[in-house]
């Protein structure tokens, strides 16, 4: 449809990408203060060095001495941010100047600047509220939102992926592909949810948890959503061990749900003569769950950690695509909306 902005897109999906890679390997690290103010490092555009630099740092932030390593992860993770939020602005201002051509993707497109501002607000309020567990989670799925938006952005722009010619066995695929979509985006809020509240190493074992197969659990105190307080330094967690262990126990019960319904939808693909699709969610879910069960055997390994959060992105840009794939086509959704608006009169 249009070659340049296509390739912009797609530039925007990958640095996307890295972007949420970037941000997992800084929690992952504990780097997620390792500037103590935003949008700077202790006041300088870069992570302080020289003598004179860190004197200053310390004089501004006397509590929070200065870790480079730490400080350079959170500010790398900064500057790709930014430049994503660059594009992404680009995108934006491009699709004003193709609001009057016919099928363009605006809404779409300003709708990513919008969030991309968001995720801005919630990476400082990520900061200033001292990793609080809700607004971390929210800046990572915020991620993952965005990471989706650039792959449907890339796909429109394309042109290139024609949706299946109507079929009623297609419509009923096209239910089971929505449906997998939901389970997957779950599992990425329960997978958000532990990794904030550092709950992935409740568990040691597996398939057990504790040497049990229904540990002492506190569900009450683990998904207590609206009562954390605000203003605690959360780096580390600050739930018990019940409160973690159901929160860990809950992303892998979310897994073997996950595991069923993508292994169904993949199913149900190569029965309908998809078999690229079919094996392309298949190989990548089985990669995410042997990451998970090396997770908890090897006790996070960093490598094997950031892997984890990585292929879970690249499940669910699979699902999207199988969902973008399984598209109505133009007539089928005219004749829906026609409908629609016939029934509303």
Known sequence: MHKSASKW?????????????????????????????????????????????????????????????????????????????????????????????????????????????????????????????QVVTAHLLGGFTTLSLLLLLTLRLSGRVPAMPPSPHNTRLRKLARLTLLVVIGQIMLGGWTSTNYAAVACIDLPTCHGEWWPEMDFATGFNLLHQPVGPNYLGGMLDGPGRTAIHFTHRIGAVLTTLVVLLLAWRLWRSRHPR???????????????????????????????????????LLGVISVNYRLRAPARERLRLHSRSLAGSV
């Open 9 to 133: 897109a797609l530039f925007g999906l990958l640095l996307c990408f890295v972007v949420v890679i970037l941000g997992a390997y800084t929690r992952l690290v504990h780097a997620g203060l390792g500037c103590p103010d935003w949008p700077g490092c202790y006041g300088f555009l870069s992570v302080p060095q020289s003598d004179s630099a860190l004197e200053t740092a310390q004089l501004r932030f006397p509590d929070d001495p200065v870790e480079a390593f730490k400080a350079w992860a959170e500010m790398i993770h900064r500057y790709a941010a930014g430049l994503l939020g660059l594009v992404i602005l680009g995108l934006a201002l491009f699709s004003l100047r193709q609001r009057h051509q016919p099928g363009y993707p605006v809404a779409l497109s300003i709708g990513l600047l919008g969030l991309v501002i968001c995720q801005a607000l919630f990476g400082m309020w990520t900061v200033t509220l001292k990793l609080w567990p």
């Open 277 to 315: 699709l079919a094996v392309l969610i298949t190989l990548t879910l089985a990669l995410q769950v042997s990451l998970g069960i090396t997770n908890v055997l090897a006790h996070i390994p960093l490598p094997v950690a950031v892997a984890h959060n990585g292929v879970a992105a690249l499940l």
